[in-house]
């Protein structure tokens, strides 16, 4: 016997965001950060320094290195999509072309959680209440409204701008799980005829998933979604007709076998890496443990903000409807990321798959808002993206003009040697989006028809207006701040670029960086190498003694980065070009 909803909905609250304006929110969410500006520290420009080494000839497409070291990615696909974009895109900088199949694979996060979260609510248990003279609202409408919702929950979800606009495996991740959340939201919803666009995607999905880095999470879907189906089909009502049921069991046998395909594809390329690290594990007393934890638990409120509180709200108001589809596989799929973000160490990227289903659950939300709940989310949404722009705007107007002084005396300080430019193109566009606000901000506040999606229209719009105003507005001065580029071309400059550069010490960022913004030939140091030049990261300076025959290199330079005097290089030049670098275990640590 079905629950009674908790949904009691009208056609009139049901109308559907108009598309151009979705389409407008998403565009505008999509391109700022993908465009205009470089790799960043510190998975950014590493995975992006192993795309351009796939592309040299002789590289291992099945074991993806830099400088034949692997950089801690536990990924093939990420890497081979950056690096056949650079391959099809010689006319572009690699390091723009390589953002292509990322900005699709965005895109396709987006579309795919929109299809995911209407075929949920497709779901006989999601439909609102039936009135007894009619007036209810319309299935199809009223999924169209609840998938709305669900878009504009996850494109406010502060932890997915940084993330998501980064060309690193965390993105692909996202992508693929979205794509296996959506065909396994919408194959019961789909006819026979039908069922080759879930399919299809849920093969991609849990393959992409597997060959991402994680194959271990998408086994887990996989085995979790053959459950959800089998709770689906045991408790499905007696006269369902049997179409219906041949197409559940089919599906069913679908689900096992993609599932047993991953586990078997995973096994053949080695992919299987089973690291699992608690938080607090390694700390050397009680309190750094509780400090791990307490950090946790900060992410894990503001990463997935605003969609946990929602997402909290639906599981107590449709808690008679937990084993439903439209509750249990969100939750099934959300509760797999947070539990991977508890026992990774990567622990950020982990959570940025769990935000999708979560947008699902806060979709689900909508319906059941009562207005004081509504209006208490549009006002601290107000407050809060008002205040941020509006400081964004003053620190930019005070890096152009010197007023007001203390905000750019800030930016001076923290980044020394930061020198501002104006840019037209990103001053027209902060100032649309700061308009778009306004305009949104009298049409959310003003007298017009109702609508469920309608809570969640400023925390979306604010979240991408921030984000806009930082990839336009700031973006020369996060590019300086973030970027590897003046570190690395500081260290170019002390060395002959016609000649080779040994590293010691030297991370896979740093490496990357080095290659790409100081187009320098780099080898990694070893007995046999004899470049005439060594870079060290300040990091292994003490361990330097037992690599090479200090005797043989004469100290240059310490460069540091502007902005963190924390990351320093030490450049070395060979003094006898004769003799290379020899192992010397008993050779004190070098000074500066």
Same mark, same amino acid.
């Given at each position: 016997?079905?629950?009674?909803?908790?949904?009691?909905?009208?056609?009139?609250?049901?109308?559907?965001?108009?598309?151009?304006?979705?389409?407008?929110?998403?565009?505008?969410?999509?391109?700022?950060?993908?465009?205009?500006?470089?790799?960043?520290?510190?998975?950014?420009?590493?995975?992006?320094?192993?795309?351009?080494?796939?592309?040299?000839?002789?590289?291992?497409?099945?074991?993806?290195?830099?400088?034949?070291?692997?950089?801690?990615?536990?990924?093939?696909?990420?890497?081979?999509?950056?690096?056949?974009?650079?391959?099809?895109?010689?006319?572009?900088?690699?390091?723009?072309?390589?953002?292509?199949?990322?900005?699709?694979?965005?895109?396709?996060?987006?579309?795919?959680?929109?299809?995911?979260?209407?075929?949920?609510?497709?779901?006989?248990?999601?439909?609102?209440?039936?009135?007894?003279?009619?007036?209810?609202?319309?299935?199809?409408?009223?999924?169209?409204?609840?998938?709305?919702?669900?878009?504009?929950?996850?494109?406010?979800?502060?932890?997915?701008?940084?993330?998501?606009?980064?060309?690193?495996?965390?993105?692909?991740?996202?992508?693929?799980?979205?794509?296996?959340?959506?065909?396994?939201?919408?194959?019961?919803?789909?006819?026979?005829?039908?069922?080759?666009?879930?399919?299809?995607?849920?093969?991609?999905?849990?393959?992409?998933?597997?060959?991402?880095?994680?194959?271990?999470?998408?086994?887990?879907?996989?085995?979790?979604?053959?459950?959800?189906?089998?709770?689906?089909?045991?408790?499905?009502?007696?006269?369902?007709?049997?179409?219906?049921?041949?197409?559940?069991?089919?599906?069913?046998?679908?689900?096992?076998?993609? /599932?047993?395909?991953?586990?078997?594809?995973?096994?053949?390329?080695?992919?299987?890496?089973?690291?699992?690290?608690?938080?607090?594990?390694?700390?050397?007393?009680?309190?750094?443990?509780?400090?791990?934890?307490?950090?946790?638990?900060?992410?894990?409120?503001?990463?997935?903000?605003?969609?946990?509180?929602?997402?909290?709200? /639906?599981?107590?108001?449709?808690?008679?409807?937990?084993?439903?589809?439209?509750?249990?596989?969100?939750?099934?799929?959300?509760?797999?990321?947070?539990?991977?973000?508890?026992?990774?160490?990567?622990?950020?990227?982990?959570?940025?798959?769990?935000?999708?289903?979560?947008?699902?659950?806060?979709?689900?939300?909508?319906?059941?808002?009562?207005?004081?709940?509504?209006?208490?989310?549009?006002?601290?949404?107000?407050?809060?993206? /008002?205040?941020?722009?509006?400081?964004?705007?003053?620190?930019?107007?005070?890096?152009?003009?010197?007023?007001?002084?203390?905000?750019?005396?800030?930016?001076?300080?923290?980044?020394?040697?930061?020198?501002?430019?104006?840019?037209?193109?990103?001053?027209?566009?902060?100032?649309?989006? /700061?308009?778009?606000?306004?305009?949104?901000?009298?049409?959310?506040?003003?007298?017009?028809?109702?609508?469920?999606?309608?809570?969640?229209?400023?925390?979306?719009?604010?979240?991408?207006?921030?984000?806009?105003?930082?990839?336009?507005?700031?973006?020369?001065?996060?590019?300086?701040?973030?970027?590897?580029?003046?570190?690395?071309?500081?260290?170019?400059?002390?060395?002959?670029?016609?000649?080779?550069?040994?590293?010691?010490?030297?991370?896979?960022?740093?490496?990357?960086?080095?290659?790409?913004?100081?187009?320098?030939?780099?080898?990694?140091?070893?007995?046999?190498?004899?470049?005439?030049?060594?870079?060290?990261?300040?990091?292994?300076?003490?361990?330097?003694?037992?690599?090479?025959?200090?005797?043989?290199?004469?100290?240059?330079?310490?460069?540091?980065?502007?902005?963190?005097?924390?990351?320093?290089?030490?450049?070395?030049?060979?003094?006898?070009?004769?003799?290379?670098?020899?192992?010397?275990?008993?050779?004190?640590?070098?000074?500066?």
């Amino acid at each position: 016997m079905n629950k009674p909803s908790p949904a009691i909905i009208a056609q009139s609250a049901v109308r559907r965001l108009p598309r151009w304006a979705l389409l407008l929110f998403c565009v505008a969410y999509i391109v700022p950060g993908f465009v205009g500006r470089g790799p960043w520290k510190n998975e950014d420009i590493a995975a992006f320094g192993v795309m351009r080494e796939l592309t040299s000839s002789g590289a291992n497409w099945l074991q993806p290195q830099l400088l034949g070291q692997f950089t801690g990615f536990d990924a093939l696909l990420p890497y081979w999509l950056g690096a056949l974009a650079i391959k099809l895109l010689p006319f572009l900088d690699s390091a723009a072309a390589v953002r292509f199949p990322y900005m699709l694979l965005l895109t396709m996060t987006l579309l795919t959680a929109w299809y995911a979260v209407y075929y949920l609510a497709r779901s006989p248990q999601a439909q609102p209440v039936a009135f007894a003279f009619g007036g209810e609202a319309n299935p199809v409408d009223y999924a169209r409204a609840i998938a709305d919702g669900g878009v504009l929950a996850l494109i406010a979800s502060l932890g997915l701008a940084q993330f998501s606009h980064e060309t690193t495996p965390a993105l692909a991740q996202l992508g693929f799980t979205s794509l296996a959340f959506y065909a396994m939201a919408a194959s019961p919803y789909r006819p026979a005829t039908r069922i080759a666009g879930p399919a299809v995607g849920l093969v991609i999905g849990l393959a992409g998933l597997a060959l991402s880095g994680a194959p271990t999470l998408a086994l887990l879907l996989g085995l979790g979604g053959t459950a959800v189906e089998w709770m689906h089909a045991r408790y499905s009502p007696s006269d369902a007709d049997r179409g219906s049921k041949r197409h559940s069991r089919h599906w069913l046998m679908l689900l096992a076998g993609m /599932t047993l395909t991953v586990a078997l594809l995973s096994s053949v390329l080695d992919l299987w890496r089973w690291r699992i690290e608690l938080p607090g594990a390694e700390a050397q007393s009680v309190q750094d443990a509780w400090n791990d934890w307490k950090s946790l638990g900060r992410l894990l409120l503001w990463f997935t903000w605003p969609a946990w509180p929602l997402a909290l709200w /639906t599981l107590w108001r449709w808690r008679r409807q937990l084993r439903s589809r439209h509750v249990a596989l969100p939750l099934l799929f959300a509760g797999m990321a947070v539990c991977s973000t508890l026992t990774t160490a990567a622990s950020d990227r982990s959570l940025l798959l769990s935000l999708p289903p979560l947008a699902a659950l806060a979709a689900f939300a909508l319906p059941t808002l009562q207005r004081s709940v509504a209006s208490l989310i549009d006002w601290f949404t107000l407050l809060f993206f /008002t205040t941020c722009a509006l400081a964004i705007w003053v620190i930019w107007i005070a890096m152009q003009t010197g007023i007001p002084r203390q905000p750019a005396a800030n930016v001076a300080k923290l980044a020394p040697g930061f020198e501002p430019g104006f840019s037209l193109i990103a001053f027209v566009a902060a100032v649309a989006a /700061t308009l778009a606000w306004a305009w949104l901000v009298r049409w959310r506040t003003g007298a017009h028809r109702a609508a469920i999606w309608k809570s969640l229209v400023l925390p979306a719009g604010g979240a991408t207006l921030c984000w806009l105003l930082l990839m336009t507005l700031w973006m020369p001065l996060l590019d300086y701040a973030r970027s590897l580029g003046p570190l690395s071309r500081q260290v170019a400059s002390l060395v002959d670029p016609r000649s080779c550069v040994e590293i010691y010490g030297v991370g896979s960022a740093h490496a990357a960086a080095l290659q790409y913004h100081g187009q320098l030939q780099l080898r990694q140091s070893t007995p046999q190498a004899s470049c005439p030049y060594l870079v060290v990261d300040v990091s292994a300076q003490a361990r330097l003694g037992s690599a090479v025959n200090l005797p043989d290199w004469a100290f240059l330079a310490t460069v540091r980065k502007p902005t963190d005097k924390s990351e320093n290089m030490l450049v070395y030049k060979r003094v006898n070009l004769n003799s290379p670098a020899r192992p010397l275990p008993s050779a004190p640590p070098p000074g500066p």
